[in-house]
C-alpha cells in the first residue's frame, strides 16, 4: 500500500466536492494480484448478475455483504482505507458491502445517474453518513466509461430516484438542472487509485464501448452510529475488524468462496431498493 489515511487537506476536499481521489493508494503488486484473483475467480463469477441500463447495454456484478480473510476482506478491512473512510466520516465505520463491477470491453452497460443514497435510504438508514471506495482495477477513462460525478452534488440533498432499466436513477429534471450550475467531472483513474465519494453525490458511467475492459471493486461504509433502525438486504452494525494493508497480499493466495457462505451473497431477488422502487415504495 502506497498511501495511508488521507490527510486534512485531503478530507476537506472531500467535504468542499463530495469526493476525493488518492492516486496509488494500492500499488502495482497488490492490485495486480485483486485484478488476477476476481477474474479467475469462478465462485465470484457464478455469483455475478446483470443490471439492464435501459440502452441496450448490461451492468455485470457480483455483491456480497461482509469482508472475508480473502483478498477482497483483506482491502476492504485494510487500515489505509477503513482509517480513511473514519476520518471522512468522523468516527467509526462498518463495512456495509462490496461489490465487483465488471464492465467488459464492448459489452459493459451504463450505470444511470444516481446517488447512492437514493437507494439507501430505503433500507433503514437515517442519514447519509455513508461512503464508499471505489477501487480501479484497470484505467479508466471516457473510451471505456470511466465514472463522472457532479461536483458538490452532495449538496443538493437526497433527491428522487426511479427505475431505469433494472436500474433506480435519480430525477433528470433536477440532474439537468444541477448541471448548468455544477461542473461535471470525468474521474479517469489509473488502477490502483482509489475514489472515495458521498452517499449523495451524484455520478454515472457510460457504456464500455472500447476494446478495454473496466473492471472495479467498490467498497461501501456505513457510520456506526447510523446503524439502520430496521432490517434489510444489507447489514446492520457488525463491528469491523481491521487489518495490516500487508494482508492483502497474504490473503491474495485464497480462494473467494473459502470463507463466504451463501447467505452473504446478495442474490438480484435480494435486492430490494431497487424492488422497492419499482413498485413505487415510499
Not at 475467480?41 to 446483470?50: A, T, W
Not at 452517499?199 to 461501501?220: F, G, K, V, Y
Not at 444489507?234 to 475488524?241: E, F, G, M, S
Amino acid at each position: 500500500m502506497a498511501k495511508g489515511a488521507i490527510g486534512d487537506e485531503e478530507a476537506r476536499s472531500y467535504k468542499e466536492d463530495g469526493y476525493v481521489l488518492v492516486r496509488n493508494m494500492l500499488d502495482t503488486d497488490e492490485i495486480g494480484l485483486l485484478g488476477r484473483t476476481a477474474r479467475e475467480d469462478r465462485v465470484l463469477d457464478q455469483h455475478s448478475y446483470g443490471r439492464a441500463d435501459g440502452e441496450g447495454g448490461t451492468v455485470r456484478l457480483s455483491l456480497w455483504n461482509h469482508p472475508t480473510d480473502t483478498i477482497y476482506g483483506a482491502v476492504a478491512r485494510c487500515e489505509s482505507i477503513v482509517n480513511t473512510a473514519e476520518k471522512l466520516l468522523e468516527g467509526e465505520v462498518y463495512h456495509y458491502h462490496s461489490k465487483m463491477i465488471m464492465k467488459d470491453a464492448k459489452v459493459g452497460g451504463a450505470w444511470a445517474w444516481h446517488q447512492d443514497y437514493g437507494y439507501w435510504y430505503r433500507n433503514g438508514v437515517l442519514f447519509p453518513l455513508l461512503t464508499s471506495a471505489f477501487i480501479a482495477i484497470d484505467r479508466a477513462n471516457k473510451e471505456n466509461g470511466c465514472m463522472q460525478v457532479i461536483r458538490r452534488s452532495h449538496e443538493l440533498g437526497r433527491i428522487d430516484h426511479v427505475t431505469t432499466g433494472d436500474q433506480a436513477g435519480a430525477d433528470m429534471e433536477r440532474v439537468n438542472e444541477a448541471l448548468k450550475r455544477l461542473d461535471l467531472v470525468y474521474v479517469e483513474m489509473e488502477p490502483g487509485d482509489v475514489l472515495f465519494f458521498h452517499a449523495n453525490l451524484l455520478h454515472r458511467s457510460d457504456r464500455n464501448r472500447s476494446d478495454n475492459p473496466r473492471w472495479s471493486m467498490i467498497c461501501c461504509y456505513n457510520a456506526a452510529r447510523n446503524n439502520p433502525y430496521k432490517k434489510s438486504h444489507h447489514p446492520c452494525y457488525t463491528p469491523l475488524v481491521k487489518v495490516s494493508d500487508t494482508e492483502i497480499r497474504n490473503a491474495g493466495r485464497k480462494r473467494f468462496a473459502d470463507s463466504l457462505d451463501d447467505a452473504a451473497w446478495l442474490e438480484p431477488s435480494k435486492d430490494l431498493s431497487v424492488e422497492s422502487l419499482q413498485k413505487g415504495a415510499s
